[in-house]
């Protein structure tokens, strides 16, 4: 029997970090929204805004780990920060979806710069050692009884669908997919899950706008901008295929957590805006029959 459960995450709410910018709303606001809104769980955000202990009936689905995966020595001082989330997981309630721990990379300074698939990523001397640290952080996770997934992700050294390729070519770990950062990388969202099916563990359900991106690039706006001009946009007002999505993981057999996200920025939609875009992002898949 397919197990499948819709969450959405702390970055729909503009909400990435607790040191830049207070959040636009407490913790136990956001989980009574998406409680009120339907959702069965929530990503972890930072570490420090969500209490595992006041998640008002929600699950955790995941929760994002930031990695240097370029650079040895960064990479080795930002273990104890994965170890931290995984700490966190441990003392999640219990869950007939475990949490994933979602590997990201910390970023191409470069592709930051200017999103999408343009810039060149590591080169082919680069992508073992690369490789070889994301593996180390799977198997740091396994070892704490964890199954992590990799998120690509614009602006960083795994942005491409060829990006995506070559580290499944190189590690054994599952892919976090990510429908938005697809769509603006460049990719087929629809066809990368079918071609990587045997190695998708986790979906975030992220609509886009390469139109809002082709301005962004032309003003020389970054990726932060992006987010904050709608790249990513609500559910159904973007070009994601999202039927065919839908359609596509029920072909594919897939279980386990689907999370809506609409990377947002702090200031740029009230709070009672960003509330109303979640709910109506639940009553698409709902429509849908997730």
Known sequence: MRLRKVANAPVSFGVFGLADVPPPLSADEMVHALSEAGY???????????SMDRLGGLLLAGGWADLRYDDAGEFK?????????????????????????????????????????????????????????????????????????????LGTYVE?????????????????LDTGHLLLAGGDPVEALRAWADRVGHVHV??????????????????HELMGRGGFAPLGEGELDLPAVVRTLDEIGYSGWIVIEQDTLPGRRTVAEIIADQAANRRKLEELGL
């Open 40 to 50: 069965d769980g929530i990503d972890l955000g930072p570490i420090g805004y969500l």
């Open 77 to 153: 001082r930002g273990v104890p920060a994965l170890e931290a989330t995984l700490d966190v997981f441990d003392a999640a309630p219990a869950s007939p979806l475990p949490p994933r721990p979602t590997l990201g990379c910390s970023g191409s300074p470069e592709r930051f710069a200017r999103p999408g698939g343009s810039v060149p990523g590591l080169t082919a001397s680069e992508w073992p050692a690369y490789a070889a640290r994301v593996q180390e952080a799977v198997n740091r996770c396994r070892d704490r009884g964890f199954e992590p997934a990799f998120h690509h992700h």
């Open 160 to 176: 491409t669908p060829q990006d995506v390729e070559r580290l499944l070519e190189l590690t054994d770990v599952q892919l976090c």
């Open 206 to 223: 992220k609509d886009g706008d390469t139109a809002i991106l082709a301005h962004a690039l032309s003003d020389g706006a970054d990726l």
